[in-house]
C-alpha cells in the first residue's frame, strides 16, 4: 500500500485570513490569503496592520488548539480592542 505524503504540520495556533481590495493581476493568485501565528498577539498586530489595504479579515484558532475561536470580519474590530491576557 503506497501512502501520500503527509501535509505539514501548521507551527502557529493563529491564522489571519483576508481578501485584499486590490484584485490580483494574475488570475491564477487566489483572491485570499492566509498566515499563521504563534500567538494571539501576533495575530491581532497583522490583522489590525491589514485593516487598511485588506477587506473581509477573518482569524481564529487552529484545529486542535483549545480552546477553539473563530473571528468573523464583523467582530475583528471588538477582537482587536480585546486586553490582551
Not at 503527509?6 to 485570513?17: A, C, D, F, N
Not at 483572491?31 to 491581532?44: H, I, L, S, V
Not at 490583522?47 to 487552529?62: E, Q, W
Request: zero cysteines; hydrophobic letters at 30%; glycine letters at 6%.
Amino acid at each position: 500500500m503506497m501512502r501520500g505524503a503527509r501535509p505539514k504540520k501548521s507551527k502557529g495556533t493563529w491564522y489571519v485570513s483576508f481578501e485584499s481590495k486590490e484584485r490580483p493581476s494574475d488570475k491564477y493568485r487566489p483572491p485570499r490569503t492566509a498566515d499563521t501565528f504563534q500567538t494571539e498577539q501576533e495575530a491581532k498586530a497583522f490583522a489590525g496592520a491589514r485593516l487598511a489595504d485588506s477587506s473581509n479579515i477573518n482569524a481564529g484558532t487552529i484545529n486542535p488548539h483549545l480552546p477553539k475561536r473563530t473571528i468573523s470580519s464583523g467582530q475583528l474590530l471588538d477582537w482587536l480592542d480585546e486586553p490582551d491576557l
